[in-house]
């Protein structure tokens, strides 16, 4: 069951934007709006950034968006500040009856 | 406030088997699907399983079919993960978390610690 592709690392200085991509198949990322994106700093669980591609909880910040097309989904962080530092997942679900999360990104605020 | 506290990890020798626990409180336990995430020290989030808010329908990631199982007591507000056949590459944080709603996986427990080693 291999994971979504993501970069396993970005970076960027504080104010600029950076993005995350996660690629998947038919399977998952290319045949269902049901991508979310996670969050996870050293020690804790993960939070859920963004749902449904592109909808942001109640309580997370507009600056992270998401977007999809075919079958690569995208985290966009834009005005980077330096408690987004933290490791990023994408999840999918997969036919016919599961779920995969991409390897993660590590995002370093410079 | 909605709480997940698992339990039941623990140092477990390659080919034995354990039995988790999640305990939940702060919400209506019996209408919501639970599921297992686990994480191996220092890599990333792997899906495990779900169980159906009724406890019917359950689902597995491959890498755990046919070792693991999960089930759920709603009398008890608990969900269980039976992990048996244990590998070294099973070593891992194992998450209990709730989904909201489709693929919404937005309360997490603080995971329990499964080590296998001999």
């Known amino acids: 069951q291999s994971a979504l592709t993501q970069p396993a690392s970005v970076s960027g200085s504080p104010g600029q934007s950076i993005t995350i991509s996660c690629t998947g198949t038919?399977?998952?990322?290319?045949?269902?709006?049901?991508v979310f994106w996670y969050q996870q700093h050293p020690g804790k669980a993960p939070k859920l950034m963004i749902y449904d591609v592109n909808n942001r909880p109640s309580g997370v910040s507009n600056r992270f968006s998401g977007s999809k097309s075919g079958n690569t989904a995208s985290l966009t962080i834009s005005g980077l500040q330096a408690e987004d530092e933290a490791d990023y997942y994408c999840?999918?679900?997969?036919?016919?009856?599961?779920?995969?999360f991409g390897g993660g990104t590590k995002l370093t605020v410079l | 406030q909605v709480q997940l506290v698992e339990s039941g990890g623990g140092v477990v020798q390659p080919g034995r088997s354990l039995r988790l626990s999640c305990a939940a409180s702060?919400?209506?336990?019996?209408?919501?699907?639970i599921h297992w995430v686990r994480q191996a020290p220092g890599k990333g989030l792997e899906w495990v399983a779900v169980?159906?808010?009724?406890?019917?329908?359950?689902y597995y990631a491959d890498s755990v079919r046919g070792r693991f199982t999960i089930s759920r007591d709603n009398s008890k507000n608990t969900v269980y993960l039976e992990v048996s056949s244990l590998r070294t590459e099973d070593r891992a944080v194992y998450y209990c978390v709730r989904e909201l709603q489709f693929g919404y996986f937005d309360s997490w427990g603080q995971g329990t610690l499964v080590t296998v080693s001999s």
């Open positions: 169980v159906s808010f009724d406890g019917n329908t359950k």
């Open positions: 038919t399977r998952d990322v290319g045949s269902y709006n049901s």
């Open positions: 702060g919400f209506t336990f019996n209408s919501y699907s």
């Open positions: 999840c999918s679900y997969r036919r016919p009856d599961s779920w995969v």
